[in-house]
């Protein structure tokens, strides 16, 4: 059973930024496709960003505030944000997808992004 604890969240104003975090205890993590999904209050769940195992990248933001990495040393995909703004709010959620699995979600973190 891998598990999946992501950290990071909290409050923020807006402009501000976070690194959030995802550990993975996993002994194949270098193996895995990392992402990042965010869920807003009455929206559904829509992906953030994700890494894969040889590095590609992909955000949804196309203004380069978010972005994806990973250390495989530590086991731990971070997602940096910059220049928040309240339509960033929501629970974001940490999923890791082994080649041999169908992939597991951490329990979210908190992102409020309010003056």
């Known amino acids: 059973q891998v598990q999946v604890v992501e950290s990071g969240g909290g409050l923020v104003q807006p402009g501000g930024s976070l690194r959030l975090s995802c550990v993975v205890s996993?002994?194949?993590?270098?193996?895995?496709?990392m992402s990042w999904f965010r869920q807003a209050p009455g929206k559904q769940r829509e992906l953030a960003a994700r890494?894969?195992?040889?590095?590609?990248t992909w955000t949804m933001d196309e203004e380069g505030r978010f972005s994806i990495s990973r250390d495989n040393n530590k086991n731990t995909a971070y997602l940096e944000m910059n220049n928040l703004r309240p339509a960033d709010t929501a629970m974001y959620y940490c999923?890791?997808?082994?080649?041999?699995?169908?992939?597991?979600w951490g329990q979210g973190t908190q992102v409020t992004v309010s003056s």
């Open positions: 890494i894969t195992n040889i590095n590609n």
């Open positions: 996993t002994t194949s993590f270098s193996s895995y496709h």
């Open positions: 999923h890791a997808k082994g080649p041999h699995d169908g992939g597991s």
